[in-house]
């Protein structure tokens, strides 16, 4: 079942999606070389206190941390630990979301630290980014979830090819429903199944995580005896973008984006609904 929410409801999820802005901003500036993961989590913890926000990541299934920090081949789930010290030329995914009363945003942002990087990781970055913002164009009242993840496969689909000859969308992992809980129905995936049908019809009070994983390389991966950490399987890097959105009577509104996705949806002739928190 699919949980309809109330603009109220939308209302505080914004609020959470804020604060998820807010631990992006602050985690990227510090993911610098010589930072240890464990540093960016300790960021995350404090932006939750200060915003009087509750984590959902931290103890969801008995995962132990504030937030995901993904390195290189790690896809997503990766777990922070002082043991892992960021170098310049990684590719980094943070993965964090916030609840504000019992509502919850999540959202994931890829950044590079320091320098050095080659031009197919920052394509990489710029493909996922890319595709989760023709996925959230999607997201329109009427439409299926099938076109989502048909918006998404099909930007990826039409980029021009890296050396390492394509790129892999992860397969095992997908968006998802969020509201009242952090994961909720209907998966989403981020290219067309014809097996799983159509999916549900989009309706205003409609909200779903969009977020495309894309590897260099394979699409298949493999989780590490930790039971969270998510690698690709030929050990090639990948990178991971996500926003929680709501669909609105008047349009879409991107609930972790600062400026609630008015300016990018603009590029893609698709009006933002208003903030209501403005």
């Known amino acids: 079942m699919v949980e309809i ?81 960021l170098a310049s030329g990684d590719l980094l995914s943070i993965d964090a979301g916030a609840i504000v009363d019992g509502w919850h945003a999540d959202a994931a942002l890829t950044v590079f630290v320091g320098d050095g990087h080659a031009p197919e990781l920052t394509e990489l970055s710029r493909v996922t980014e890319e595709s989760l913002w023709a996925g959230i164009a999607a997201v329109r009242k009427g439409g299926r979830l099938v076109d989502v993840s048909r918006a998404i496969e099909t930007y990826i689909r039409r980029q021009p090819l890296p050396s390492s000859g394509k790129y892999g969308i992860v397969e095992s992992y997908g968006g998802h429903g969020i509201g009242s809980e952090m994961h909720m129905d209907p998966h989403l995936l981020n290219y067309v199944d014809r097996r799983r049908g159509r999916g549900p019809r989009l309706v205003p009070g409609f909200c779903l995580a969009i977020e495309p994983m894309i590897a260099l390389g394979t699409a298949k991966t493999h989780v590490l005896p930790d039971e969270w950490t998510v690698k690709t399987n030929d050990g090639t890097w990948a990178a991971h973008w996500e926003h929680s959105v709501a669909l609105t009577e008047e349009g879409p509104l991107v609930l972790t984006a600062v400026d609630g996705g008015r300016a990018k949806l603009a590029e893609l002739g698709v009006t933002a609904a208003p903030d209501p928190l403005s």
């Open 5 to 85: 929410k109330t603009p109220g409801q939308i209302a505080k999820m914004r609020e959470a999606g804020l604060v998820v802005a807010e631990i992006h901003r602050r985690c990227a500036a510090a993911a610098v070389p010589g930072a240890t993961t464990k540093d960016l989590d300790d960021v995350a913890a404090a932006v939750l206190a200060e915003r009087n926000a509750k984590p959902n990541f931290l103890g969801y299934g008995g995962f132990p941390a504030t937030i995901c920090t993904s390195v290189n081949d790690v896809v997503v789930h990766g777990i922070p630990g002082r043991d892992t010290v």
